[in-house]
């Protein structure tokens, strides 16, 4: 009976149902369209439709079929969304190193970056693809744009959050600005950075298929606007809906995994009783 | 060579040999701090004299708000003075502290909790430049002296709130210091845990020949641990009696429910003004 009712409220039971309550209220909707609409794949298609398509070789173009088009329009979505998440890390931890190491740099940047991230990312695509003139790299600077603001503003926290003990006990032993941040600074502040980097990278992929929406020329984004239009199969469209959401998904496990690579004590759990009462 | 000659020669040979032994000494020193509004400054201590000798166990004892902490911290540096001076082997605490004799335990313990109990008793070695090797053996040395042993590779969250002092004491002492710098260390443990640490500190402390300045509000601990109490009382903080405990040591818990032990305790007590 106990072991049931764990078993009831634990965490991948809870997902369990979420997941077959969301496929039976789409299942439902679908099944209520399929009667009142007279092209229902364009506004809700069954689940097995869009399965069905994935699994599908009927060419949709001359040659590939829906799943391969997908797929090799992916490489480039992700290739320019990874190379800016890369990018936006990178500005993102230096701009915070800066700004934790300087009071007037903080004071100068910090307001003003609020600001780059109030503009909703559809107004500001065009501005940067008329500053770049290639939609690659657009994709790549917005996605940089996303990722930099989150990883910034969590790993200046992370920094902030540091313990003014922690600090004090590295100017006991005289310990220099580099040994500060290489000992102390940078390792304390990982699960702040890390948080930053797992909000940071479904919104990088999100922004990159966005961008593509603006212009040709291949990507996950301009599938999508191509089959919205019925120039290609509706169901590009959806696989592509499915796709980028497991994708997302996984961009954050990604960031979970690797922080727990990287920091093997989180892997431990907390003290077990017995433990404490041999050495007290 | 006559007689008092002979005499004043020795006079003057005793005050030399006192001169050595004093570690610390703190010359009407004066802390205050300055709000940031423009406020009156708050005077955290006022006009304080004290000699600490060497090898000694220090207690400074106080109400919260006594100063006590601000004292500790001016000596480690922590703190600069408003007014006065101290001075720590005949130099100024930041020289003191650039030459690493501090070592400082904290009233929490202050482990880095990604780094497991060895890597955290190593930590300050590795800023010194310690090579490796010497590292290790008194990595081990160190845990086996706070009986931390089979724990070297567990992290500090695996750990309880008294064995994560012990290791906080090791690493303070793994750097060699010439002077432990304790600040309300063992406030937050249980009594039992408390109990334990004071015997296993007194041990440290005869095996290691440290000079200890041990921050507390806590009159039997302060009372069971030290050669002198040094009682401050608050607003504005200052010394305001100074209680030598000529206790027997090796000191053991039963020494507590000594007669002796009790009138010290009721002496300090008694030695607090206006709280």
Known sequence: ?280 | MDVAEKSETIYVKEMDDYKKMVEISVENLGVSFTDKEGGAPVVALQNINLEIMQGEFISLLGPSGCGKTTLLRTIADLQQPTSGKISVRGESPREIRSQKKYGIVFQNPVLYEWRTVRRNVCMPMEMMGIPKRDRTARVTKMLELVGLMEFGKKYPHELSGGMQQRVGIARALAIQPEILLMDEPFSALDEFTKEKLHEDLLRIWKKTNKTILFVTHNIQEAVFLSDRVVVLSPHPGRVSAVVDINLERPRDLSIKSSPEFNALVTKVRNSFEGV
């Open chain 1, 1 to 280: 009976m106990e072991k049931v009712k764990k078993a009831l409220t634990s965490n991948k039971m809870v997902t369990f149902v979420w997941v077959l309550g969301l496929i039976g209220v789409w299942e439902i909707g679908a099944t209520v369209i399929a009667q009142s609409k007279r092209t229902p794949e364009n506004v809700l298609p069954h689940l097995y439709q869009i399965l069905d398509s994935v699994f599908s070789d009927k060419l949709i173009n001359s040659t590939q079929t829906a799943l391969q088009v997908v797929l090799s329009n992916a490489g480039i979505t992700l290739i320019r969304a990874l190379i800016g998440f890369l990018i936006g890390i990178a500005i993102g931890f230096i701009l915070a190193f800066f700004m934790s190491m300087f009071k007037l740099v903080e004071k100068t940047f910090f307001p003003y970056l609020m600001i780059i991230q109030m503009i909703p990312i559809l107004g500001m695509a065009p501005i940067i693809l008329a500053v770049t003139k290639n939609i690659d790299s657009s994709r790549i600077v917005i996605a940089a744009i996303l990722t930099f603001y989150p990883v910034a503003t969590n790993t200046l926290a992370g920094f902030k959050a540091v313990e003014k003990e922690k600090r004090e006990l590295m100017y006991s032993i005289s310990a220099t600005n580099f040994q500060i941040y290489s000992k102390l600074m940078v390792p304390s502040c990982m699960p702040y950075f890390f948080t930053g980097l797992k909000i940071a990278a479904p919104m990088a992929i999100t922004a990159s298929i966005l961008v593509d929406t603006l212009q040709g020329g291949g990507g996950l984004g301009t599938m999508l606007s191509q089959s919205l239009k019925h120039a290609m199969s509706i169901y590009v469209f959806w696989q592509i809906v499915f796709f980028s959401a497991i994708i997302g998904i996984l961009s954050y496990y990604l960031m979970v995994v690797i922080e727990k690579l990287l920091s093997p004590y989180k892997r431990i759990k907390k003290a077990k009783k017995g433990v404490s009462v041999v050495g007290d």
